[in-house]
C-alpha cells in the first residue's frame, strides 16, 4: 500500500474511506477481531491521516478506535461529556456572544478601550464552536497531567477570517479585549505542521472568568484544516494546475526513499509507526530554512537531513552559536550548524543517539557496507596467500574473470554475486578457502588419500606454513609467517570509525606490548592475538595461525588486574595506593578482602597501564613493599595468572 501511495496518493484516500467504512460497522465482529483492527488503525490509518490533513477521518479513525481498545475509559468519558454539556447551550452561545461583541469594538470591561474589527479592509468574519472527542480529551489528559472536569475542556471556538494577514489582526482584537494566558499562544502559520496545517492558537480569560481556547484561521486554512490535502487538491484542480503538487508529499517521498535502506520489514513498519506518532520539533538552518524533526532528534539527524554525505562525515554540532555533544536533543526554535570531517565516519553507538528512521537506516547501510568490505578484504588475503604458496597469483584469476565465473557453483545466496562475494563469504567463515581451492584446482589432489590430506593440513596449521597476513592492506606478501611476524603497532590494533581493526586484541588475556604473542585468523572477526598460553587460544588450535609481534616501544592504554595478598596490617592499602600513583598507573576499581581469620588480606586491583615493562616495574615495587606476601598479574576472563610479569 506505502509503495503504491508513493506513486497516487489517491490510492490511500481510497483506503482511508475504506477503513472508515469497516470502523463504523464494526460492532457486529468478534472482540479479538474488533481489538486487533482497532490497533491496526490506531497506529497505522488514523496517523496516515493526520499526516494527510483529513482532520474528520482522522479524529472518527481515533475515536472508534479508542471506544473497541479501551471500552470502559471510553464509557467513562463519554458519561462524562454527557453530564457536562447537560444545560450547557446557554454558556456556549454566551461566550460566542463575548466574542462578536470584541469584534465589534464594544468593551467587555470597564477599563478596555474600544478596538472594532475593520470590516471594510478586512471582510466579514464567521464565528462557531466544535466539541472534543472522547479520545482527544484523553490524550490531552494523558499529556497534560490533568483529569478534565470542566466545560471549558470540551469546547474549542473558531474564527475563519478572509485572509492571512487578518488572521494576525483578529488575533490582536481578542488580546485587546481579553486576558491572554501565557505559553497557551501558538503560531501555526508562521511554522506550519508537517500535514500544512495552519492556524493561531490562543487561549483567554473572558469576563466571568472561564477560558476560552480560540483557533484561527483563513478560508483557505479552515478547508486545509478540515480536508487536508483534498482541499489543496481541489484548489489545484480549479486552477488549473493538477495534482502534481500533491502527488508527491516530501515526507512520503523521503519514506520510500530510505525504506529501499531497511532490510527487514518488521523494522520498516515499526520506524512507519514511530515516525508517524512522533510529536514535532521545528529548528533552523544557519540559512533559515525550517526543517521538522521527531522529539527527541539530534545533530545527526539534522546531519542526514540535510545530506548522506554530511551525515556520514558529521563530527560535531553547534546548536544557536555554541558547540554541543551529538547527542544533544534539538529543541524548538534551535538554529543547528553541522561541523563536518573527512575523517569522521557514522558508529554504532550513533544508532542510539538518533531519532529519525532516515538517520538510522543511513547509518546502517554504512555500517554494513564498512563490514563487508572488511570481510572481503579479509577474504582475499587468506585466499591469496594460499594461491601464493601453491605458485598462483590471485590477480592473474582475477583478470581472467576465474574466480567470478565460480560464485554461482559456490551457492552463496541471491545477495552474493562475483568475486566479491567469495572473498566476502570466506571473511565471514561461510565457506572454507579449501573449498574454493578444490573447485579452481581440483587435480591438485588427485591421487592422494583422504588421510594424507589431513595429515598435511594438520601438519600446516601446527608448523604455521602458509598461514599469516599476506594479503592485507598494508602488509607484504611474507608477513605474517614464521621469521616475519605481523608487527602490532597503533594502526593495526586500534578501530578507526565503525570499523573492526585489523588486529583485535583478545579481551581474555589483554596483551600488553611486551607480552609475547600468538594470533588466529577467526571468521568474521579478522587476527586475534592472544597471550602467548591463554587457554581460551588453545580452542583457536584449529583456526590459521599468525605470528604477531610487538612495535618496538610501542604504548598502548589496556586494562590489567593485578592480586596483592598481603599480611592485615594498617596503612598497608595507603602504601600500594603511592605505589601505583608513583608509576603513573591509573586504578579503575579496587576489592579488598580478609582471609584466614583476618590474618591475611587479598587486593585486586583493576588498573589501565601502558606497557609491559610499566607492569613490570610496578610489580617489583609492591613486591618491596613491606607486609606485602605476592603480587601476580591475573588473566580473569581466561582463567590463568602469571607470577612471574
Known sequence: MLLAMSQDIRVLLVKLADRLDNMRTLDHMPAEKQARISRETMEIYAPLANRLGIQWIRAELQNLSFRYLEPGTYERLQSKMTALLEGSEPTIRGAEELLRIAFAGEPTSDDEESLA????????????SSIRTPHQIYSMGSEDGYEIDTLED????????????????ALGVIHAHFKPVPDRVRDY?????????QALHTMVINR???????????AAMEAVADRGIVAEWQRDHADG?????????????????????????????????ADLFAGEVYVYSP?????????????????????TDVGNTCSGARVNGHVVALRYQLRQGDTVEIITSPKTRPRQEWLKMCGSSRARAKIKQHLRTEERTRLREIGRSLLQQELTSRGQQIEELEGRGVLAKLAPELDLGKELRGADSIYEAIGAGLIAVERVLDRLAPSTEEGQSNDSNLLRRVFRRVSGRKAGGRGWPGLSASEGIAGSPIIVNRGRSESHGAGAPMIQLATCCGPLPGDPLVGYFVPGKGIVAHVEGCPESLE?????????????????????????????TVG??????????????????????TVDAGMRAINTFFATVRSLAQLKSLIMTLREIDGVLGVERIFVGSGFSSRGS
Open 117 to 128: 474589527w475593520p470590516l471594510s479592509t478586512h471582510g466579514p468574519i464567521s464565528l462557531r
Open 154 to 169: 470540551l469546547v474549542v471556538y473558531h474564527i475563519v477570517v478572509p485572509d492571512r494577514a487578518s488572521c494576525y489582526v
Open 189 to 197: 502559520i508562521a511554522l506550519p505542521r508537517s500535514n500544512r496545517y
Open 208 to 218: 466571568h472568568g472561564r477560558r476560552m481556547e480560540i483557533q484561527i484561521r483563513s
Open 241 to 273: 494546475r493538477g495534482p502534481e503538487g500533491w502527488r508527491n508529499l516530501e515526507w512520503l517521498s523521503e519514506l520510500m526513499d530510505w525504506q529501499g535502506d531497511v532490510v527487514d520489514p518488521h523494522e520498516f513498519i515499526e520506524s512507519v509507526k
Open 287 to 307: 540559512r533559515g530554512d525550517v526543517f521538522t524533526f521527531r522529539r527527541g532528534a539530534t545533530p545527526i539527524d539534522f546531519a542526514f537531513a540535510i545530506h
Open 540 to 568: 583457536h588450535i584449529d583456526e590459521r595461525r599468525v605470528y604477531l609481534a610487538w612495535e618496538d616501544g610501542l604504548e598502548i592504554e589496556s586494562a590489567v588486574t593485578i592480586e596483592v595478598r598481603t599480611g592485615n
Open 572 to 593: 598497608l592499602l595507603a602504601d600500594l595506593s603511592r605505589a601505583f600513583s608513583y608509576h603513573g598507573v591509573n586504578i579503575k576499581q579496587a576489592n579488598c578482602r
